[in-house]
């Protein structure tokens, strides 16, 4: 849920502040572009879940999915800059989040359906974790 408002807000705001200043981006790719970042953080959100589910460690949890969030991010940051980065785009969240340029182009449908199938795993992999866990003691 809090990621969900704080797209929306994300989306309002921007918008908002794009009549200000007569921003051409147009409505549609703003959201989209929010949404994109909606399921970015669901997606690590769940990993985190997963993570500290199956192994029973909150804390390695957390820790994985920040490490996996904060390399995706520079990966996807320094490939321009540094070419045999270029080849580990595809293994991050950041690729398919943002690769299309949402914001111009719109999302890339299959880069959604990739982030929503590795979020659904995810998600899957997080309640058997949680199911085999004995949460009543």
Do not use: C
């Not at 999915?65 to 990966?75: E, M, R």
């Not at 182009?105 to 979020?119: E, F, K, P, R, W």
């Not at 974790?129 to 004995?134: T, V």
Request: glycine share 14%.
């Amino acid at each position: 849920v809090g990621i969900s408002i704080l797209a929306g807000v994300s989306f309002l705001g921007l918008w908002a502040a794009g009549r200000v200043v007569e921003l051409t981006i147009p409505a549609t790719n703003l959201a989209q572009a929010s949404f994109s970042l909606a399921l970015l953080g669901f997606f690590s959100g769940v990993m985190a879940l997963a993570i500290g589910a199956a192994s029973g460690k909150r804390g390695l949890g957390v820790g994985v999915a920040t490490g996996f969030a904060v390399a995706g991010y520079l990966i996807n940051a320094l490939a321009p800059l540094v070419s045999p980065l270029k080849a580990l785009q595809p293994i991050t969240s950041f690729y398919y989040y943002g690769s299309s340029i949402p914001l111009r182009n719109g999302i890339d449908v299959s880069h959604v359906g990739v982030l929503l199938l590795a979020t659904t795993l995810l998600v899957i992999v997080g309640a058997l974790g949680l199911e085999r866990r004995d949460l009543r003691a």
